[in-house]
């Protein structure tokens, strides 16, 4: 038979949609054409095969090779193709037995030498396998790919995976009578030990930040911390993850899907919070993702964890702006001439700033000398809407040498995550979600306040000119306040102290 026919995976955003890889052998001078939509990397693959096919000890067919990577209107790329195009060359030409590959999907890139390296993405092509079957007959079928990629793929429970390190491990699996020559399913288990995040109890002082950053971490609200130079922002930041609720087994199978994609998973980070700090020269498209074959940014690589942007003000002011739409949605859809991706992005985000471009405003040795309009400026470049879509805004004090000196070590965070494992847990038996993903609706009938909050509430929008987005939040912040104190009703002591999230920087 001249024609062989195998089955692999392309990526497109978080999908990884099946493609049928035909190799077809026919008279005419010797060629490799590969056709159906591929992108440079995957045309360079008929010089990695030819190769890594050589240098395994087969025989090249001295006739015209036609490879199709149907459906033809699906872009392709990376160089996950070599393997499934190298083992329909073997065959077509016969050099194989081709009777079993219908039950396996392959993906691998090749050196000239024929071993396999690894790919991106493996993590959310087993999943897509697994998920689809058999052409939707519910048969899923097994999966061979580079073994460096095994414990990646495994992640998918009850997935059939067959690692391998060479194009010849491959071939052997499928050789007749190969017996203990055939590919080891592999075994891999996702790690078991905790996360490991630095400790709340290293930072000294600053209770009532910890305070706002344990209410935070209770609803999934956003924060933006204001402060000098040494204030603690950044520690306190750094050690936020480790406040979050642990990770659900769906949760962590989206995050390491979108790290996979990315080429950045590692089976170590498995279970553990993101934490995503990008430089503040960082570009619109480094934040939120894109290029001509879109990947994930900045947001969907925090997404189940935290995307800390420190010197706020310091980004570009149109960068900022990318944030608004998933910080509403928690998604970002990335549109080309050509194509469409859509990428989960639920982060939480935390964010600094110094109050002025000195940093020292409000500082009791008063060397600041910015003058009103200056630090008014400053705080500016943070756009109004931006400043309403994030929950929580703090003022952080200086701490004195001496207060420094003298303080005991501060609260353990596995202290602070027990009641805010505590406080998410009762959101999820109530309303199935956190309180920072409340609806409208959602909000009507859980954060009510009674009558004195509800006053409170109200005066406190007129006099401060509040949207309506900021009084919703506010709710929301006053709601996850009650339930750290295991209240059934918002009272007016949890407005008050959700009221007071809201005044760092600017009024209204």
Not at 143 to 167: G, H, K, M, Q
Not at 442 to 466: F, K, S, V
Request: with cysteine; glycine share 8%.
């Amino acid at each position: 038979m001249s024609l062989a026919v195998l089955r692999s995976r392309a990526l497109a955003g978080m999908e990884a949609p099946a493609v049928s890889v035909e190799v077809h052998l026919a008279n005419g001078l010797p060629a490799l054409t590969i056709v159906g939509l591929p992108d440079a990397e995957v045309r360079e693959a008929k010089d990695r095969v030819r190769a890594a096919l050589q240098n395994s000890g087969f025989t090249i067919p001295p006739r015209r090779i036609t490879v199709n990577l149907a459906p033809a209107d699906l872009p392709k790329e990376s160089g996950r193709f070599d393997l499934p195009i190298a083992l329909g060359i073997l065959a077509a030409s016969q050099q194989i037995a081709g009777e079993a590959l219908a039950r396996y999907e392959f993906a691998g890139e090749l050196s000239l030498s024929g071993e396999l390296r690894p790919i991106r993405g493996a993590l959310a092509m087993t999943f897509a396998m697994h998920r689809h079957g058999d052409g939707g007959r519910g048969r899923a079928r097994a999966f061979i790919l580079p073994l460096a990629n095994a414990d990646e793929a495994a992640l998918v429970s009850d997935a059939a995976i067959y690692p391998a390190r060479t194009l010849l491990e491959v071939c052997a699996h499928f050789a007749h009578g190969a017996g203990n020559m055939r590919l080891s399913r592999h075994q891999g288990q996702a790690p078991q030990t905790l996360p490991d995040y630095p400790d709340f109890a290293e930072v000294k002082g600053q209770q009532s930040a910890k305070r706002a950053l344990e209410v935070a971490a209770a609803g999934l609200h956003s924060v933006l911390m204001i402060g000098p130079p040494g204030a603690g922002k950044s520690m306190l930041a750094a050690r936020f993850p480790g406040l979050l609720p642990p990770m659900c087994q769906d949760e962590a199978l989206e995050s390491a899907a979108v790290q996979s994609i990315a080429g950045s998973f590692s089976p170590e980070r498995w279970r553990r919070r993101p934490f995503r700090s990008p430089h503040h020269t960082s570009s619109g498209v480094a934040l939120v993702g894109g290029g001509n074959l879109p990947r994930p940014g900045e947001v969907s690589l925090a997404h189940h964890g935290v995307l800390f942007l420190d010197e706020l003000p310091e980004f570009d002011r149109r960068v900022l702006e990318v944030l608004r739409e998933p910080l509403e949605s928690g998604r970002i859809t990335i549109s080309r001439a050509a194509r469409q991706a859509d990428f989960p992005a639920r982060f939480q985000l935390v964010a600094a700033m110094n109050p002025c471009p000195c940093g020292w405003l409000g500082h009791a040795s008063g060397k600041c000398r910015c003058t009103p309009e200056t630090a008014q400026r400053y705080q500016d470049r943070v756009s109004g809407p931006l400043l309403d879509r994030i929950d929580i805004q703090l003022t952080l004090a200086a701490m004195p040498a001496e207060s420094i000196a003298g303080q005991a070590d501060g609260e353990a965070s596995s202290a602070i995550a027990e009641r805010v494992a505590r406080a998410h847990a009762l959101q999820l038996a109530r309303q199935g979600k956190p309180n920072q993903r409340l609806e409208p609706r959602d909000i009507d009938r859980y954060c009510r306040p009674d009558a004195a909050g509800e006053r409170l509430l109200r005066a406190a929008m007129q006099q401060l000119h509040w949207s309506a987005r900021a009084y919703h939040r506010v709710l929301k912040v006053a709601r996850t306040v009650a339930d750290l104190a295991a209240s059934e009703h918002v009272a007016a002591e949890h407005i008050a102290q959700a009221i007071q999230y809201r005044r760092a920087l600017r009024e209204g």
